[in-house]
């Protein structure tokens, strides 16, 4: 895990793990994830702006790196609208890193008009395989599995060269705070 400084005072976070780098990059009031993979950029969460009540991907405003006994962890949280929103980003071993979000909605969510959960846009080249809650990409001689973990999220292939990650229709309301959940497993 590295923080490296950039000339106008923003700071950028990366966690790194055998080939597998996601970096966060300060774009406006929010950071945006980017995921490479042997220095090529493979995965792009949407930015957002910050007039969006609910933006395409959750606007982490504040980042804090920590190294736990399991390994490096990036936790994130940040606000817009009525919802605030928290991220963990954490290596769980060598080439696997769980991305775990949630929200913390004031007041009844509405699914069928208000986006909720994190769109990406996939690196030019891959080849994308869409199976029961995971997705599997291939490039060369790379293989990447993206998958939830557990029930409560799911995996939807938008069109070429995007897809979204989102709380499942089954887990929407049953509290006010809503999860989603992605490990990405380099092989």
């Known amino acids: 895990m590295k923080t490296v400084d950039r000339p106008n005072n923003d ?8 080939g597998l780098c996601l970096r966060f990059v300060r774009i406006a009031d929010r950071f945006q994830l980017r ?9 792009e969460a949407a930015a957002g702006s910050d007039n969006q009540a609910w933006p ?8 804090h790196e920590q190294v736990l006994p399991t390994g490096p962890v990036v936790l994130g949280v940040g606000s817009a609208g009525t919802t605030h929103w928290s991220a963990s980003f954490a290596a769980k071993e060598p080439g696997v890193v769980w991305c775990e979000y949630a929200a913390r909605v004031s007041r009844t969510w509405a699914p069928e008009s208000e986006w909720l959960g994190t769109s990406f846009r996939i690196g030019e080249g891959w080849d994308l395989s869409l199976g029961q809650n995971e997705l599997t990409l291939t ?14 999220s799911q995996l939807t292939a938008n069109r070429a060269g995007s897809f979204e990650l989102a ?12 999860q989603w959940r992605l490990a990405i497993c380099l092989s």
């Open 167 to 178: 709380p499942a229709k089954d887990f929407i309301q049953r509290s006010n705070t809503i």
């Open 56 to 63: 395409a991907a959750p606007p982490l405003q504040q980042l």
């Open 139 to 152: 490039r060369q001689s790379r293989k990447v599995l993206l998958q939830t973990l557990g029930p409560e």
């Open 35 to 43: 995921v490479s993979i042997d220095g090529a950029l493979f995965l």
């Open 11 to 18: 700071q950028e976070i990366e966690l790194q793990t055998a």
